[in-house]
């Protein structure tokens, strides 16, 4: 039996359908525990039982694995604690500025259709989903329908919000972070993936993957403010914490923009090949850049930006496929997913150096920490 599963690709930028074959050994017993209708399984590496219920110490991290599961990952050892099994492509996690819950994207997968039915449109037409879970029972707390193919999800500072983009209906779902209910929906350009929110949750800025743009979204308003040009084929953005300076990556110019939001001039800096996402440390000192290049020629680095002098100041080695990224609260550490290897890099960030790679879910996406 053949599964179609919805991905969104960076290699040409465009959507591609993905088939998975459910008929081998072993993808036969790995399916078998998958859930129905969405509901999880949770399998735990803990044995000892002692940190049931309660968070570890020294920090959580979780990815996104579009293999259709979440790792949940202690960052004092650095070992997956818990697998949250998905029926779905799961492609973008994050924790929740209070620490309490954990979102995730998932494009549901369909099944293999015959006839006048197996045509392009019939395999858009499902809407994807964000799920919630308790961070520290790993219980799913609530789940919602979204757009088509839903992207990145982003919590705002504030608390408040919790905003989906919808990559196939050019748009943001912005929900209520409380009762999950939906506020809005907010029209963007054509393909907004990634994104990031300001500090003071006024705005959200999400690249557009099919135009060379980043939409700015008000918060406020609930309305599409401006369009920056920033360069081609923007995958994911980053802001720092004062608000000024947008940094958004360009898969197809191996580069990323640096954008002075007041004035409106850009620098272009070039990284490595295939540039994905992009994390600012909570100091705005260095932009993380991961470069994941294609499946076919995977990169494996992430290019370390200096956002005073613009300049990329070191280039450190990772696993196939650099995707995700994301640092620890005090900047120590920067944590790297890995597509085509299945980790993740732990990377000394004042050494520049791979300290352990953690083996993790299938193709990991999005990562998320929280101390």
């Not at 690709?9 to 969405?38: D, E, I, M, R, W």
């Not at 280039?315 to 900047?331: F, L, R």
Request: aromatic share 4%; with cysteine; net charge negative.
């Amino acid at each position: 039996m053949m599964k179609r599963k919805m991905v969104i690709g960076l290699s040409g930028l465009v959507l591609v359908v993905g088939l998975t074959a459910c008929g081998n050994g072993a993808n036969t017993k790995q399916n078998s525990t998958l859930p129905t209708n969405n509901d999880q399984t949770v399998l735990s590496n803990n044995t000892s039982g002692q940190n049931d219920g309660v968070l570890a110490e020294g920090g959580i991290y979780y990815t996104a694995n579009e293999g259709g599961s979440i790792s949940k990952i202690d960052a004092v050892n650095n070992v997956v604690i818990e697998t949250i099994r998905i029926d779905g492509s799961v492609h973008n996690v994050q924790i929740s500025p209070d620490g309490k819950t954990v979102g995730v994207t998932v494009v549901p997968e369909m099944p293999e259709m015959s006839g006048s039915e197996n045509n392009h449109n019939s395999e858009h037409a499902m809407n994807g989903y964000a799920i919630f879970y308790d961070t520290a029972t790993n219980k799913k707390i609530h789940q919602v329908n979204v757009g088509l193919h839903p992207a990145h999800i982003v919590f705002t500072e504030d608390n408040k919000y919790t905003l989906i983009s919808n990559n196939e209906d050019n748009n943001v779902t912005v929900l209520d972070a409380k009762t999950h209910e939906e506020v809005a929906v907010i029209p963007t350009g054509n393909g907004p993936h990634g994104f990031r929110v300001s500090a003071d949750s006024k705005f959200a800025y999400v690249a557009n993957m099919n135009e060379d743009t980043v939409s700015v979204l008000n918060l406020q308003t609930m309305k599409e403010e401006r369009k920056i040009t920033v360069g081609k084929s923007p995958v994911t953005t980053g802001v720092t914490s004062d608000g000024q300076t947008l940094i958004a990556t360009l898969n197809a110019e191996d580069a990323v923009a640096i954008v002075d939001l007041a004035s409106g001039s850009s620098v272009k800096v070039p990284v490595g090949a295939g540039p994905a996402q992009v994390f600012v440390q909570s100091d705005d000192k260095y932009a993380i850049v991961a470069n994941q290049g294609t499946e076919k020629n995977p990169s494996n680095s992430i290019s370390k930006i200096d956002l005073n002098t613009k300049q990329v100041v070191t280039t450190i080695e990772t696993g196939k496929g650099a995707h995700g990224v994301v640092t620890s609260k005090d900047n120590t550490r920067i944590y790297v997913t890995n597509m085509f290897d299945n980790t993740v890099s732990v990377i000394d960030n004042q050494e520049n150096k791979v300290i352990t790679q953690v083996k993790v879910g299938t193709t990991p996406n999005g990562i998320s920490f929280m101390p």
